[in-house]
């Protein structure tokens, strides 16, 4: 199962696409040029253009999988507990943090967006305002008491 926003999953859907339709035409047309240089036994255009068709397959086939697997992320309409796609403000000691929670594949720490599946990410799941959740940290345990969930 992937958690993805309905903007991500358009956006690996137009991926696909264009793999499907661009890629394998440029990818045959890489194989048959390389084709016109001979023997293929120690032809290294035809070479590069078998892996990168390989790669390419095996990202067309990723894309699949994360598609059919892909559960969409709903807008946290509940405000009392948080969820995949709950934004959560939070303290930790005097200072206040500001946390979206989403699917692994979405995560960007550095922009405040936490995996479900990072240690708060998964610490913060159902908790409810007024919560405290602990998680061990490289420095120690943190805590960090949630203030607000929108």
């Known amino acids: 199962m992937t958690y993805l926003s309905k903007e991500s999953l358009e956006e690996l859907k137009k991926e696909l696409e264009s793999l499907k339709k661009d890629g394998r035409m440029e990818i045959a047309e890489r194989l048959k040029r390389a084709k016109e240089y001979g023997d293929l036994s120690e032809n290294s255009e035809y070479t590069d253009a078998k892996d990168a068709q390989s790669k390419l397959e095996s990202r067309i086939f990723e894309l699949e999988e994360i598609i059919r ?5 709903k807008k946290n309409f509940r405000k009392d507990t948080v969820n995949i ?3 959560v403000e939070a303290q930790k000691g005097i200072k206040t943090f500001r946390y979206t929670i989403v699917g692994s594949r ?5 922009a405040n967006l936490i995996s479900n599946e990072s240690p708060l990410g998964e610490a913060f799941l159902d908790k409810k305002v007024g919560d405290t959740v602990e998680i061990e940290t490289p420095s120690g345990k943190a805590k960090y008491k949630i203030t607000k969930i929108e």
Request: aromatic share 0%.
């Open 106 to 110: 979405e995560a960007r720490p550095e």
């Open 69 to 73: 697997s892909a559960v969409l992320i």
């Open 85 to 87: 796609g709950s934004t």
